[in-house]
């Protein structure tokens, strides 16, 4: 039971943290502070030609990030082995 909660609080403090570097990196060049106070927050992601895809979870529970660096085979082996997420090369032509 306790190693469920830890996985738990382990994958919100990592969905937190992705949420905030892409806030963060959308907001960084804006002079007017956003206002938080809406229902709703837009999140603009620029689009990725090449670059690599990670798929965290399995099944009906899967995450997909989109990141624009390439991994070498080790840190791909060293990123399923440790953490659990699968790495995949990508690209939009394919």
Do not use: R
Request: proline share 1%; glycine share 8%.
């Amino acid at each position: 039971m306790i190693d469920a909660l830890i996985a738990i609080g382990v994958l919100g403090f990592g969905c937190i943290g992705i949420f905030l570097m892409v806030y963060l990196a959308n907001h960084q060049n804006e002079k007017e502070i956003p206002n938080l106070n809406e229902n709703f927050l837009n999140i603009y992601i620029s689009k990725i030609q090449n670059g690599s895809k990670l798929t965290i979870g399995k099944d009906n529970f899967t995450i997909i990030i989109k990141v624009g660096q390439h991994f070498s085979w080790f840190q791909k082996k060293m990123w399923k082995f440790l953490l659990g997420i699968k790495v995949e090369d990508y690209s939009e032509e394919d």
